[in-house]
């Protein structure tokens, strides 16, 4: 098999089966056609489960640790995948889920503003001291490459648009914190250790097995929930609050390109395409694919959020050249198919 061309970024890796010991900073030859021994970390929740569907479809293999708090073990029914159940606050459940994996996706968090602003310690141990154990396991067994979902909520207070990832940051929530802390440790274990990590800063993802129904649901789930559903769509402030909305199967597509070639990089980047679109917009959109009209009811805007968000995409675009982002409208066909589906 041939050796893989790799850019400046790109560190080299071996990946193949079946286990092998490995020795610290030990340095892997990758090859073309080679399947990827993936850790899913937070695998049974939205995009965790996405993200195991299109790598089992691409033919690597997946072993997922989730304490399903907030993701669901339907969300991988009929995929082969190896299920830890456990927190990854738990270092045996974690030692178990990390044994002989070459890459390590880590998305297990508690999701949601709001839930932070209600229990700040909760969100720090599962995000932030989370992301820190995480690494560790991933350290003692050898795992050298590893990814991790941070959040465009760390630009906070930062009025920038779009937003680069040279802009300074400053949350507005302790989410936002526990975010900052689980990117910025993963880029320091970069220098401190030689490993190979990327932290990616996701804005708004959306798609399906995203649910709505609960207290922190978010604003695309909750929409067409409410209007398949003959409710009134809650709209926070007047409307005119604007989202970068990216589509689960573009986020799973870059996260998995990266494992594919061990892509590293040194400073954060931004997971999303540079659109805006504000709620009234995406009213309006969801309408249009879903054939029906909405009653919208309008509330205060909720503490913590920002007003606008948009990222900058010059340096994601410059890793993944050949990746293209699912438009809304055809997300959001994808997305109402399967709310529909689930309603039956
Ligand atoms: P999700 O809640 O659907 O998935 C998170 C998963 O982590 C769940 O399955 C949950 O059970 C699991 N989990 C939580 N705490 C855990 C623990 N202590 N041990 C093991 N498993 C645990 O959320 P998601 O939308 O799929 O988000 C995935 C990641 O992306 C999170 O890190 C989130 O902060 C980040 N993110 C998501 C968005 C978005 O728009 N969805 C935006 C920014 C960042």
Known sequence: MDSVPYGLLTMRGRIGQPPRPRQANQHF???????????????????????????????????????????????????DVRLVRGSILDPESLMQAVDGVDSIVHLAALGSVPRSIENPVASHAANATGTLLVLEAARSAGVEHLIVASSSSVYGMNPALPKSEREWVRPMSPYAVTKLASEQYPLAYQQSYGMLTTAFRFFNVYGPRQRAGHAYAAVIPTFIDALLGGESLMVNGDGSTSRDFTYVGTVCRVLLDTCERRLMHPEPVNLAFGTNTTLMQLVNQIEVTAGRSAVIEHREPRPGDVKHSQADNAVLRSLFPSIEPVPLERGLQETIAWFKEIKQ
């Not at 195991?52 to 009929?78: K, M, P, Q």
Request: charged residues 20%; hydrophobic residues 40%.
């Open 29 to 79: 030859v990758l090859h073309f056609g080679d399947s990827v021994r993936l850790l899913i970390t937070g695998g049974a929740g939205f995009i965790g489960s996405n993200l195991s569907r299109l790598a089992l479809e691409n033919g690597h293999d997946v072993t997922i640790i989730d304490d399903l708090s907030t993701g669901y073990e339907e969300n991988l029914s009929g995929l």
